[in-house]
């Protein structure tokens, strides 16, 4: 047998099944056969009995103890011992009354025990000495002047266990027949029932890289091999997901990346060629330091998102006053908000804490409150604002901006997606910065969402997990 066959799930399947089945029909056939052979001496048994009523009619109608026909009944059961029937009697004194001629004087038993006194004994089958299987009773009979008897009488076994093994035959043919016959049907079913498995391992061995958008067909997604084929689909469609935002973000890196580079690579080229003054050449190597610190930011910014997704951050919660960190982010980019003659307000619940790695979730709030500052207008106002409701922290960020069209709010959390790409580079952005804050934020169990309400700005809202009232640790 072929051994990729033998570790196919259907033919171990139908081992098990058949195995189960064998044991099953062993212990049937067992207890079949013991009934009927249990039955068979019942019955055997109840022939015995009436015909020991039988003897005893004769002996009746005997006083002196001699079993002879006196009379056409007594010459009618006579007939039946010669023809087939055993009888031993013997008397109170153990001296023996009659033998059937058949036993060829074959005791039926040991001779009674004087002193012990005539007792009837079971019906039991022996072994006569010539080998004649025999099934024997016996029964204490009072002759007509008051003297005991013991009358034994045996029948051959020998039709009994004829029929017994007929019965054993028939089974032993049949039964094989069955197991054969169900096996072969099982292995067909389940060969059947597995159909789909096949036709679902042939076809995902055919979707490579290049075709994740294909699907396994499933004919009946509620069953068992429905919600297998399902799950198969879902972890398509999600690794067809990772690979198109891998390729996006690849593409969106290296042309990140080519941009700083490139225009590095111009200036420089340009002033090596072109001669100029001390405030020219002071200029060109300003504007390949800004663009240098744009590529550092942008390098920066990729390690991050590479360590997150690597897994390799583990934050350190601790309770955290949620107004300070606004505070000491906001006063990082106060400069820049100044430069634009922006105000910059943090506003709301001093009191507020949460479970939070701070540093991680102070990276999320500067890049929320950067972007605010770069797409607010000048003389333009920008709201940090911390609250609790229902016991749940709050932190928002309010800009001044142009808010951002529905179109685009669902995927504006996505790596490199811009609502405006050419102002976004002018504004020196990388398009990483609300990746990075929703990582930062989710990291420290919560969630992050965008909220426009009809005219200008927009409103990002933090959500931490309640800080634990028994939890101990030093608030910073």
């Known amino acids: ?75 009618a059961h006579e007939g039946k011992f010669r023809q087939g029937f055993l009888l031993e009697a013997w008397s109170s004194v153990g001296s023996l009354l009659y033998r059937s001629e058949a036993l060829e004087g074959q005791p039926l038993g040991s001779a009674p025990v004087v002193a012990a006194g005539l007792s009837p004994e079971p019906p039991r089958s022996f072994r006569l000495p010539s080998g004649l299987r025999v099934r024997a009773l016996s029964r204490v009979h009072h002759l007509s002047n008051g003297d005991p008897v013991l009358v034994r009488l045996a029948v051959s076994e020998e039709s009994l266990w004829q029929e017994f093994w007929e019965m054993s035959t028939a089974l032993g043919i049949m039964l094989p027949l069955i197991l054969f016959g169900v096996v072969i049907t099982g292995y067909l079913v389940a060969a059947k029932a597995l159909k789909p498995v096949d ?30 084929g399902v799950a198969f689909n879902t972890t398509l469609a999600r690794l067809e997901n990772s690979f198109d935002q891998l390729r996006r973000f690849t593409a969106d890196a290296s042309h990140e990346l080519r941009t700083p580079l490139t225009a590095i690579w111009s200036v420089g080229e340009v002033s090596l060629h072109k001669p100029g003054d001390q405030k020219y050449y002071r200029d060109i190597i300003g504007s390949m330091l800004e663009e240098t610190s744009r590529l550092t930011k942008l390098v920066d910014s990729l390690l991050t998102m590479s360590r997150a997704d690597a897994g390799r951050v583990q934050p350190h919660l601790t309770e955290t006053r949620l107004f300070d960190l606004a505070t000491e982010s906001a006063n990082l980019l106060e400069v820049l908000a100044e430069e634009k003659q922006q105000t910059l307000r943090v506003e709301g619940d001093e009191t507020v804490t949460a479970m939070a790695d701070r540093t991680i979730l102070r990276q999320a709030l ?23 409701n229902e016991g749940f922290p709050y932190i ?11 179109e685009h709010r669902e995927r504006i959390f996505e790596r490199f997606y811009r609502v405006d790409k050419a102002r976004t580079r002018a504004e020196g952005g990388s398009g990483l910065g609300l990746s990075i804050a929703q990582w930062a934020v989710s990291i420290n169990k919560g969630s992050i969402e965008v909220q426009c309400e009809p005219g200008p700005g927009s409103v990002f809202r933090i959500r931490l997990p309640k800080a634990s009232a028994a939890t101990s640790a030093t608030i910073h």
Do not use: W
């Open 366 to 388: 500067i890049n929320l409150i950067d972007n605010a500052v770069k797409y607010s207008p000048a003389r333009g106002e920008i709201r940090v604002r911390v609250t609790n």
């Open 199 to 228: 036709s679902m391992a042939k076809r995902a061995a055919e979707i490579t890289a290049e075709q994740l958008h294909e699907r396994l067909k499933i004919d009946n997604p509620d069953d068992e091999l429905g919600q297998l």
């Open 396 to 406: 928002e960020v309010q800009d001044s901006g142009p808010g951002i069209p529905p």
């Open 1 to 75: 047998m072929n051994p990729r066959t033998r570790r196919s799930l259907r033919f171990r399947l139908t081992t098990v099944y058949a195995s189960l089945l064998a044991v099953a029909l062993l212990l049937y056939a067992g207890c079949v056969s013991v009934f009927f052979l249990h039955s068979l001496r019942e019955q055997l048994d109840l022939s015995l009995d009436r015909d020991v009523e039988a003897v005893e009619s004769m002996l009746t109608s005997s006083p002196t103890g001699q079993i002879k026909p006196d009379s056409e009944e007594g010459e």
